[in-house]
């Protein structure tokens, strides 16, 4: 789902990752966090049981830059299926 925001000029882009356990979703945000330098990603915040599974979800934000003067952004989450 993608919000327009004209007045702020910005694009917020969310992507939700749903699927059964252990199908990589955690696993594929913990790699794009490493990927990302640290100024265009913010914290991946993850709660996750002792056993290191996703509890409730897991949310990873993203700053791509700018698009014909609109600032580019992704909220990424895993939901556990």
């Known amino acids: 789902m993608a919000l327009f925001n004209y007045a702020t000029k910005e694009i917020t882009i969310k992507i939700v990752y749903y699927g059964p356990g252990l199908s990589g979703k955690t696993t594929n945000l913990q790699y794009l966090h490493s990927i990302f330098e640290p ?3 913010g914290k991946l915040l993850s709660l996750a049981t002792e056993a290191d599974r ?3 979800f897991d949310f990873l ?3 791509l830059g700018k698009i014909s003067d609109f600032s580019i952004r992704f909220q990424l989450y895993t939901v556990p299926g």
Do not use: G, S
């Open 61 to 63: 934000p993203i700053e």
């Open 39 to 41: 100024a265009k990603r």
């Open 54 to 56: 996703t509890l409730f």
